[in-house]
DNA sequence: AAAGCGCTCAACCGCATGCTG
DNA sequence: CCAGCATGCGGTTGAGCGCTT
């Protein structure tokens, strides 16, 4: 077998694997790794893709709207990452986790300085992240959501009874949640997102793909790597 | 100036799930 | 129904960078 490369992406790869993504879509990793002649695997070519080619990401520091929200969904899906981006439009479920963990060991050393002023009974569980707690042991599937950051692939997903979202009774991170939301402001409520990007500054819930759309059309960048990767001749790119 | 430390984020890994023949 | 393959998800790692000492 041949050796695949591994670590970080070079600029030539990216464009390699942009031009090949808008051949044959987002869907057939494994066939546009081979065909790409990338020496990267099917798995890695779609990380690359959805965490940082896609046009339509964000780069850059969240808005504090979005941070919000991250908390607010990360209180109601727990770690339900890919779940929580198809809600804010432009970020990747790695993003918000890496987001969570930083916000996580932020608010650990927090507590464990208050803690240390004025000890109190709820100082049992502590706050910093931790893979260890678990929303659900079983992974839940939204089958019938559309792929956040699919551009153009058939939705053959079948229907996933929502029923079996969930598992209120399994959520033991729950009590660790609420321990430092309490420390926190007294509600998260959502307001008026102020985004940075124009692209998304009228209404970027509907520009974004959301659970009930279906297709959309795909959005040039205008922020990078895009403009860095093709600049004009990006015009058109994606037009099929 | 440089060594140490902590943080961020891109990328990898393993497992779960979905799809197809 | 089942096996094999492709894709998706969540957890984890480590390089690189900036800040502190």
Same mark, same amino acid.
């Given at each position: 077998m041949e050796e695949m490369r591994k670590g970080p992406w070079t600029e030539q790869e990216d464009v390699h694997l942009v031009l090949y993504v808008n051949l044959?879509?987002?869907?057939r990793w494994d066939f546009i790794a081979k065909v790409s002649? @990338? &020496?990267?695997t099917g798995k890695s070519c779609r990380l690359r893709w959805v965490n940082y080619?896609?046009?339509g990401l964000k780069h850059g520091k969240m808005s504090s709207y979005e941070e919000r929200r991250v908390l607010e969904l990360h209180n109601k899906w727990g770690n339900r990452w890919s779940r929580i981006a198809r809600k804010l439009?432009?970020?990747?479920d790695n993003e918000i986790k890496n987001y969570w963990r930083t916000y996580m060991r932020k608010k650990g050393q927090e507590k464990k300085r208050t803690n240390l002023s004025s000890p109190s009974t #709820?100082? #049992?569980? !502590? #706050? %910093?992240?931790? %893979? %260890?707690?678990?929303?659900?042991s079983k992974k839940i599937k !939204?089958?019938?959501?559309?792929? $956040? $950051?699919?551009?153009?692939? @058939?939705?053959?997903k079948g229907s996933l009874n929502?029923? &079996?979202?969930? &598992? &209120?009774?399994?959520?033991?991170m729950d009590e660790i949640w609420k321990d430092i939301v309490s420390s926190d402001d007294d509600a998260i409520t959502p307001v008026c997102p102020t985004l940075t990007s124009p692209i998304w500054d009228y209404c970027p819930d509907s520009l974004w793909i959301t659970d009930q759309e279906k297709d959309t059309n795909m959005i040039v960048p205008t922020s990078e790597p895009f403009h860095s990767l093709f600049g004009q001749d990006g015009v058109g790119f994606f037009a099929g």
């Open positions: 044959y879509g987002d869907r002649g @990338l &020496k990267r080619l896609h046009p439009p432009g970020r990747t #709820s100082a #049992s569980h !502590d #706050s %910093s992240y931790s %893979s %260890s707690y678990t929303v659900n !939204d089958t019938n959501e559309r792929d $956040f $950051f699919d551009t153009g692939g @058939l939705l053959t929502h029923a &079996k979202e969930i &598992k &209120k009774g399994d959520y033991t």
